[in-house]
């Protein structure tokens, strides 16, 4: 069973840094893809960052130069930095992944980690 866990969501004032995980387990061939999406109340989700299996990444104009897309391929895993977090930037944030796995190439979304940014 291919799945993904997020972590590293919670509470921060406003100019504050938060660093989201996510680590993709199970049977994986290889992972294409992966990227965090966010969704504020009463919003639609939206992509914030994504990043290519061979380090190519693009961000939303909102965060640019605020936060930071990595990855460990070799941990399976996906990386956020947040730094200087404003009130808008609450939401839920999910980590997704393109995988080539038993079945074909895939996507995955985690459960989603709540970000809330205070004024």
Same mark, same amino acid.
């Given at each position: 069973q291919v799945q993904l #866990?997020? !972590?590293?969501?919670?509470? #921060?004032?406003?100019?504050? +840094? $938060?660093? $989201?995980?996510?680590?993709? !387990?199970? +049977? /994986?061939? !290889? /992972? $294409?893809t992966m990227g965090w999406y966010?969704?504020?109340?009463?919003?639609?989700?939206? $992509?914030?960052?994504? /990043?290519?299996n061979t380090g190519s990444t693009n961000y939303a104009? +909102? #965060?640019?130069?605020?936060?930071? /897309? !990595?990855?460990?391929?070799?941990?399976?895993?996906v990386y956020l930095q947040m730094n200087s977090l404003k009130p808008e930037d609450t939401a839920v944030y999910y980590c997704a992944a393109n995988m080539v796995v038993r079945s074909g190439v895939r996507d995955y979304w985690g459960q989603g980690t709540q970000v809330t940014v205070s004024s």
């Open positions: #866990v997020e !972590s590293g969501g919670g509470l #921060v004032q406003a100019g504050g +840094s $938060l660093r $989201l995980s996510c680590t993709a !387990s199970g +049977s /994986i061939f !290889s /992972i $294409l966010r969704q504020a109340p009463g919003k639609q989700r939206e $992509l914030v960052a994504r /990043i290519t104009d +909102s #965060v640019k130069g605020r936060f930071t /897309i !990595s990855r460990d391929n070799a941990k399976n895993t």
